[in-house]
């Protein structure tokens, strides 16, 4: 057996289909973000503007987070010393716990070295702990959200995409006392829906199922205080257990689910992604505590996030490109072709000096190969102009899906 082939012949196969992943080779200036600097394969690095980061409202470059992790680092080192069970819990990860347990109105929480992670383990733990448990899952969850139902091994159904009939439908086939969990997203990354959360907990009510939400592209972002939809909506103490991330709006790493105490407590006896893993760093959790902290007091940032999100999606519109129209934060462009779409972003890093990543199969269906473009609170007007015009030019070279407000349909 050729195993080195096996691996080149699998390689192979995502060049020719077009979607091969190159990595851009980035140094972010602190302070400066979303300029940041470009090592490319000739010459001395350029300087280039981010448009794809997650960093959504820039609290990995905010004052109180750079120095509440430089406070611990100087205070108790680097790493957070093994596993939660052996030796890897600080004051800082007991404080960052409870933190988020009242960011969510919750009894407790429970810190993952990710939100995957997090998912993962908890959809996985939750059907062993209670055999029998049907999953109800939308369509268009995350990844990790698959991995943890499909390694729980129990009975599930996949929804509609946001289709409460199609949910209705699935769960009136168990009895009440069938143990049930719906799955569903806030916010979705790459289209930019938005669940209906209120009607979702009816039916969880109706027909006795708990409800399993994940605010990953939410927290930070959305409510009074940064608890995401949910807490926008008001409906935070319908939902059983919230998964959230600290790498996102809170700008750090990490993730969390966060419930009530006999929940939090039965995934961190059982879950071996909980069990096996070494903890964040704690300075990792002392930058998150200082984030959420501030986001709990300050909506500066969120509304200057969502004035720039509409700004360039009008912005966008204005000039017939096919910007995806959602009610949510997320700017998505369609493209439709995974060669075309790298091309795009291609010519934009190396032309223009903006860097977007092309968003292909399987992150979303083949022939929805997109951009998607996360404006923030600092991206300025004039790059905002820039952006504009060099995708203009492009779409002129090269129109492919050109239109106002492409729609993807909810259902």
């Given at each position: 057996?050729?195993?080195t082939k096996k691996f080149e012949?699998?390689?192979?196969?995502?060049?020719?289909e077009?979607?091969?992943?190159v990595?851009?080779?980035?140094?972010?200036?602190?302070?400066?973000?979303?300029r940041a600097a470009?090592f490319?394969?000739?010459?001395?690095p350029?300087?280039?503007?981010?448009?794809?980061?997650?960093d959504?409202?820039?609290m990995?470059?905010?004052p109180?987070v750079?120095?509440?992790?430089h406070e611990?680092?100087?205070?108790?080192g680097a790493g957070?010393?093994?596993?939660?069970?052996i030796?890897?819990t600080?004051?800082?990860h007991?404080?960052?716990?409870?933190?988020?347990?009242d960011?969510?109105?919750k009894?407790s929480a429970?810190?993952?070295?990710s939100a995957?992670?997090?998912?993962?383990?908890t959809?996985?733990t939750?059907?062993?702990?209670i055999?029998g448990t049907v999953i109800?899952?939308?369509e268009?969850?995350h990844?990790?959200?698959i991995?943890?139902i499909?390694?729980?091994?129990?009975?599930k159904?996949?929804w509609?995409?946001?289709d409460?009939a199609d949910?209705e439908a699935?769960?009136?086939?168990y009895?009440?006392?069938t143990?049930?969990?719906?799955?569903f997203?806030s916010?979705y990354?790459?289209?930019g829906h938005?669940?209906?959360?209120s009607?979702i907990?009816d039916?969880?009510?109706?027909?006795g199922?708990?409800?399993y939400?994940?605010?990953?592209?939410?927290v930070g972002?959305?409510?009074p205080r940064?608890?995401g939809?949910?807490?926008?909506?008001?409906?935070?103490h319908?939902?059983?257990?919230?998964?959230?991330?600290?790498?996102?709006?809170?700008?750090?790493?990490?993730?969390?689910?966060a419930?009530t105490k006999a929940?939090?407590d039965?995934?961190r006896?059982?879950?071996?992604?909980?069990?096996?893993?070494t903890s964040?760093?704690?300075a990792?959790?002392a930058?998150?505590?200082?984030s959420?902290?501030h986001?709990?007091?300050?909506s500066?940032?969120?509304e200057?996030?969502?004035?720039?999100?509409?700004?360039?999606?009008?912005r966008?519109?204005?000039?017939?490109?096919p910007?995806?129209?959602?009610p949510?934060?997320?700017?998505?462009?369609?493209?439709?072709?995974?060669v075309?779409?790298?091309?795009?972003?291609?010519?934009l890093l190396d032309?223009?000096?903006?860097?977007?990543?092309?968003i292909?199969y399987p992150t979303?269906?083949?022939g929805?190969?997109?951009?998607?473009?996360t404006?923030?609170?600092v991206?300025?007007?004039e790059?905002?102009?820039?952006l504009?015009?060099?995708?203009?030019?492009?779409?002129?070279?090269?129109?492919?899906?050109?239109?106002?407000?492409?729609?993807l349909?909810?259902?």
């Amino acid at each position: 057996m050729d195993y080195t082939k096996k691996f080149e012949d699998a390689i192979a196969a995502l060049h020719n289909e077009g979607r091969y992943r190159v990595f851009a080779d980035l140094k972010r200036r602190c302070g400066q973000f979303p300029r940041a600097a470009h090592f490319g394969n000739k010459g001395a690095p350029r300087e280039i503007s981010v448009w794809c980061s997650n960093d959504y409202l820039g609290m990995s470059q905010h004052p109180k987070v750079l120095a509440a992790m430089h406070e611990a680092i100087d205070s108790v080192g680097a790493g957070s010393g093994g596993t939660r069970n052996i030796a890897g819990t600080t004051h800082y990860h007991v404080q960052l716990e409870e933190e988020l347990a009242d960011l969510h109105g919750k009894e407790s929480a429970l810190l993952f070295t990710s939100a995957f992670v997090a998912n993962d383990a908890t959809l996985d733990t939750i059907q062993k702990l209670i055999p029998g448990t049907v999953i109800f899952s939308d369509e268009k969850n995350h990844a990790s959200m698959i991995a943890g139902i499909r390694h729980g091994g129990g009975m599930k159904h996949i929804w509609r995409h946001n289709d409460l009939a199609d949910l209705e439908a699935l769960l009136k086939q168990y009895p009440k006392d069938t143990p049930k969990v719906i799955a569903f997203e806030s916010v979705y990354s790459m289209d930019g829906h938005i669940a209906p959360i209120s009607a979702i907990c009816d039916l969880a009510d109706k027909y006795g199922a708990m409800t399993y939400i994940d605010e990953v592209h939410a927290v930070g972002l959305y409510g009074p205080r940064g608890g995401g939809i949910a807490e926008r909506d008001g409906v935070m103490h319908r939902i059983d257990i919230i998964n959230g991330t600290l790498a996102k709006g809170f700008g750090v790493m990490g993730g969390y689910i966060a419930a009530t105490k006999a929940i939090c407590d039965a995934i961190r006896s059982y879950a071996s992604g909980f069990i096996f893993t070494t903890s964040l760093a704690p300075a990792i959790a002392a930058g998150a505590l200082a984030s959420i902290r501030h986001l709990k007091s300050s909506s500066v940032e969120r509304e200057r996030h969502q004035e720039r999100a509409a700004t360039l999606k009008a912005r966008l519109s204005e000039a017939n490109l096919p910007v995806m129209d959602n009610p949510s934060h997320i700017v998505p462009v369609m493209v439709g072709d995974p060669v075309h779409c790298k091309a795009v972003t291609d010519a934009l890093l190396d032309h223009c000096g903006i860097y977007v990543q092309p968003i292909n199969y399987p992150t979303v269906p083949r022939g929805t190969e997109r951009i998607r473009l996360t404006p923030g609170p600092v991206h300025t007007d004039e790059l905002m102009d820039h952006l504009v015009a060099s995708l203009t030019q492009l779409w002129e070279r090269c129109p492919v899906a050109k239109g106002t407000y492409v729609r993807l349909a909810a259902e």
